[in-house]
């Protein structure tokens, strides 16, 4: 009886081990279950990719470019139309994220310099060398996750506002900058800090910045800061999409020389993209007064463009280029210059955002009424693109 009672005690505690290995395994299969499903997301959410990257780009001006006029003269006293080939410009694109909200760029920036440059004590290139810069260097803090996509904050060298827009539309900077740029009223990008803002629906975006004024290539002289601010509508992006392309823009920058001394310009403009077309139109007033001693000299001018194209399925396009500029430097003095572009392009196949063109243009310029007079100048060249 003895050996029978401990066996049933041992088989009690053999039954009650059983019930809570049991009860325990249930649980240690039930708890990782109820973790998972607390932190699985929502049915149609996508976590945001926080893994840093980083890309390596490159853009590439090239060109051969022949003058008509003016004529110059050799080391002999030949007359001659010079003809040079040369590398306008030579981006290395770095780019990446730090998370889906921090990004960043760095662009060095490879351009043949005019003039000497001193690089130190007893130290100087000079204009037939090609010059290493940075043009880009910014960190990007993303708002999409607050605000509408596209949405965000730069800090360092950047671009400027209008000029970031305007080559998205003005595919052709390679073969010259845009009007206003080429007229030297403002910088193509610049150190400060700047916010966008992109409208909902694709109503149009907003973009404002304080900057140093100078440009990239400069230093900061003195204490006065520009405020540049572009804003852009485009009316019919819900509706009628015929002119789903058509947008209006207005641009003002304002900075001082110097105290008291203005430096603005305000800029408006309506561009056009389609299928078969993108053209534009912009209008311009200036005023300079480099010195509170000197005169406050008021500037205007314009211009238009058109890029009429024949695309193809494999993302090649055969493309004009027409352009003219009309500038009155001083509006006080019945002097002016203007400049017309007439070229044909070949944009080859390609995908996402790389591009490669060739395209053969002629670029005139005549001066009325300037003193000294100036001779009309006249180029035709073939212009090279690679953006990749």
């Known amino acids: 009886m003895v050996l029978a009672a401990c066996c049933r005690g041992e088989e009690a505690r053999v039954v009650r081990s059983v019930r809570l ?3 325990f395994g249930a649980l240690a299969a039930f708890v990782p279950s109820v973790v998972l499903a607390q932190v699985t997301p929502a049915a149609g959410f996508t976590p945001p990719d926080d893994t840093p990257s980083i890309r390596v780009g490159v853009t590439l001006y090239a060109d051969y470019t022949y003058t008509q006029n003016p004529q110059s003269a050799d080391a002999d006293g030949n007359t001659i139309n010079p003809g040079a080939f040369n590398v306008g410009r030579s981006y290395i694109n770095v780019t990446g994220n730090i998370s889906h909200i921090v990004a960043f760029r760095i662009t060095p920036d490879i351009v043949r310099q005019s003039g000497l440059l001193t690089l130190g004590p007893g130290s100087s290139v000079s204009n037939d060398s090609l010059v290493f810069r940075i043009k880009y260097a910014f960190a990007q803090i993303n ?3 607050w ?17 970031d827009y305007e080559e998205n539309i003005y595919r052709y900077r390679f073969q010259g900058t845009t009007f206003t740029e080429r007229e030297g009223f403002y910088n193509s990008s610049d150190a400060g800090a700047s916010f966008h803002y992109n409208f909902p629906s694709n109503y149009g975006d907003v973009h ?3 900057y140093n004024g100078e440009g990239y290539a400069k230093t900061d002289p003195n204490d006065q800061k520009a405020i540049e601010i572009r804003g852009s509508a485009r009316p019919f992006a819900r509706n009628m999409p015929i002119l789903r392309g058509l947008r209006v823009t207005g641009f003002y920058f304002g900075d001082n020389y110097i105290k008291d001394a203005e430096r603005t310009r305000a800029v408006g403009q309506v561009t056009f993209e389609s299928t078969y077309l993108a053209a534009g ?20 001018g314009w211009s238009w463009w058109a890029t009429p194209k024949k695309p193809f399925p494999n993302g090649s396009s055969w493309e004009a280029l027409l352009r003219y500029d009309h500038l009155r430097p001083n509006t006080g003095v019945d002097a002016d210059r203007t400049r017309a572009i007439v070229g044909v392009a070949y944009w080859f196949p390609h995908q996402g955002a790389v591009s490669t063109a060739l395209l053969l243009d002629y670029d005139g ?16 060249a073939v212009h090279g693109l690679v953006n990749f």
């Open 21 to 23: 290995t049991g009860i």
């Open 143 to 145: 708002l999409d996750d």
């Open 365 to 380: 310029q005549t001066f009325q009424n300037f003193a000294p007079a100036q001779p009309a100048q006249k180029r035709i």
């Open 208 to 210: 404002v910045g304080v």
């Open 281 to 300: 139109f912009d209008a311009i007033k200036a005023h300079d007064q480099p010195s509170i001693k000197v005169a406050d000299v008021a500037a205007s």
């Open 147 to 163: 605000m509408t996509r596209g949405s965000w904050v730069r800090l360092g060298i950047q671009q400027s506002p209008l000029l």
